[in-house]
């Protein structure tokens, strides 16, 4: 299986990037998937410059209802004319980020909720290919959910529960991959909950852990990341790819905890699972 990433917030070989995430998952069996589409169509021309045929992919999936997750999809749809997308039902919901100058519509684009190529899903949903997407609803073993989750709203104004939020695991021989968006109810929360539907835990983990512009003091984000790294060693059979809203510097405190367990996928960049 082969990672690529064609939408991150960071490059370090010199591609265009944004705010926002984008994998394709090119697997050994001749599935051809993108996970999450970014917010424009940036990550359309990413493609092509790596040489990675959108039009070919045969599924995709929206992680869930924030735009620089999903931004892309209507630039996916006019490039892909076969791909079914696996959206939650509640991904197209109005939602909204708190930020000091107010509210900023983070919503997906509803005139495309009711596209036929749309496949609205429930709490786990098994994809065409033998993928499986499930959400992470409470359970009394959560840890907390990440610092700054409490600024995204809902259209109503209470806090979002990302009911909304869906994670991937597609099996590949020896391998289970689970994919996360941001991880908003918490990456610990989500593989436990993952290894609770399977059985057994993930191998391999992939995304972003929102950990990055969440207001904490230096010394409460090293107790957060510290904390978050004493978890993540709960699975020691388990690696991380992490990207996007972890952030660099955030990633850089993980890694000096975690070792070689942990790797950072920038847009551009290449990831082979063997």
């Given amino acids: 299986m082969t990672l690529t990433s064609l939408i991150d917030d960071t490059s370090r070989c010199g591609f265009p990037t944004e705010h926002g995430l984008c994998l394709h998952i090119a697997c050994a069996d001749g599935r051809n998937l993108l996970f999450d589409m970014g917010q424009s169509p940036m990550f359309v021309r990413n493609a092509e410059r790596l040489g990675i045929s959108l039009a070919e992919v045969s599924e995709a999936s929206i992680s869930h209802g924030h735009n620089d997750h999903g931004g892309g999809l209507a630039a996916f749809l006019t490039v892909n004319k076969k791909a079914r997308v696996y959206v939650h039902r509640e991904a197209f919901a109005p939602h909204f980020s708190r930020h000091a100058e107010g509210l900023h519509d983070i919503s997906l684009d509803k005139t495309l909720k009711d596209c036929p190529r749309h496949l609205l899903c429930g709490d786990t949903t098994e994809t065409a290919s033998g993928a499986l997407l499930f959400t992470t609803p409470p359970h009394p073993d959560d840890t907390p959910l990440p610092p700054g989750s409490e600024r995204f709203l809902t259209e109503e104004g209470s806090s979002d529960s990302f009911a909304h939020e869906q994670s991937l695991i597609i099996k590949e021989g020896p391998h289970t ?98």
């Fill in 177 to 274: 991959v689970l994919f996360a968006g941001c991880a908003h109810r918490g990456i610990v929360n989500i593989i436990r909950q993952a290894t609770r539907l399977i059985g057994h835990a993930p191998t391999l983990v992939v995304g972003g852990m929102h950990l990055s512009r969440h207001g904490l003091s230096p010394a409460e984000e090293d107790a957060a990341i510290t904390s978050l790294a004493a978890d993540l060693n709960a699975f020691p059979a388990c690696r991380f790819l992490t990207m996007h809203c972890t952030g660099l510097a955030q990633y850089d405190k993980l890694r000096n905890l975690l070792g070689s367990r942990i790797d950072y996928l920038s847009c551009g960049e290449q990831y082979t699972i063997t």
